[in-house]
């Protein structure tokens, strides 16, 4: 597998280039992008721009490991607002349009969700509803995905939504199409659950993989620590992943960034990664 390292691991306000040149000092293989509303990597990006990024990032050294947004923490493919739904398949087209041009193979969607905690006033949709609706919205995107040959790969995050590897598993089939998959987030789970067992579940879905470590007893958004210091039983995570013949990206999601010395995070990243992935000499 290829070590990769999410830009949100790095503190707000750095350019890509910044990122890129300490993501390679710590011997990162590749970077995860983010589309932004607005920047460097916005919704206006054009292709001199993803020209311009993408030689920054070869002459770095790092390949694109993959291109993420948190647009879709603000555009809902399951709102209840027809105009958000429809903002929320805009930015995937967009995503899809720019992973093209980069060269990427998935991108991260979040396809809506019932609810959202760590966001204050975060509409609540019915379940039944938000399955419909994210449904429909998939549905939509199929055929861009195939004509950009770039496969919506969706995230399992805390949206009280798709909350089972096998109702996730299950959403992904009912499209028959390789460019729908999952990008399967370690941490994410396993307040509720295995993560060794979705990858299982998910198998050949998975298109791409997020690494990050959960600590249970803390509970909330306070549970996330460093990898190698919660509950992920990594050697049962990589066996999986030998098991279902994943060979992608793993990519590191470290957030927020540390206080003090932020550099070092991504620093102590690598090195934890290299220890999970057997690299450690």
């Known amino acids: 597998m290829k070590k990769g390292i999410s830009i949100w691991s790095f503190p707000a306000g750095s350019t890509i280039v910044e990122c890129a040149r300490l993501a390679k000092r710590a011997g990162f293989d590749g970077m995860e992008l983010s589309l932004n509303e607005s920047g460097e990597l916005g919704l206006a990006a054009t292709d001199r721009d993803v020209l311009r990024i993408k030689a920054m990032l070869e002459e770095e050294g790092l390949e694109i490991a993959g291109l993420a947004t948190g647009l879709y923490w603000d555009y809902s493919m399951t709102s ?6 429809q903002r929320a398949i805009d930015v995937c087209k967009k995503q899809l349009e720019l992973a093209a041009a980069f060269g990427v193979d998935a991108i991260l969607v979040i396809p809506g969700g019932v609810g959202v905690d760590f966001i204050p006033g975060s509409e609540v949709v019915s379940y039944e509803l938000a399955y419909d609706r994210a449904s429909e919205a998939i549905g ?4 861009y995905a195939t ?28 499209y028959s199409s390789p460019f729908v998959g999952s990008y399967f987030d ?9 993560p060794e067992q979705w990858i299982r579940i998910l198998g050949h879905r998975i298109k791409k993989m997020h690494f990050k470590d959960y600590r249970r007893q803390a509970g909330g958004l306070h549970g996330f620590v460093d990898l190698l210091a919660g509950d992920v039983d990594y050697p049962a995570v990589v066996q999986a992943l030998k098991e279902i013949g994943y060979e992608g990206y793993a990519t590191a999601e470290m957030i927020p960034p540390y206080t003090h010395h932020t550099d070092q995070l991504i620093f102590n990243t690598s090195n934890a990664m290299d220890a999970i992935l057997g690299r450690s000499s």
């Open 80 to 85: 209840a607002d027809e105009s958000q739904r």
């Open 140 to 143: 939509r995107l199929v055929p």
């Open 147 to 174: 004509e950009a040959g770039v496969s919506i790969a969706i995230e399992n995050v805390w949206n009280k939504f798709l909350l089972s590897p096998l109702e996730l598993r299950g959403f992904i089939d009912a």
């Open 186 to 194: 370690v941490g994410n789970v396993v307040h509720s659950g295995y």
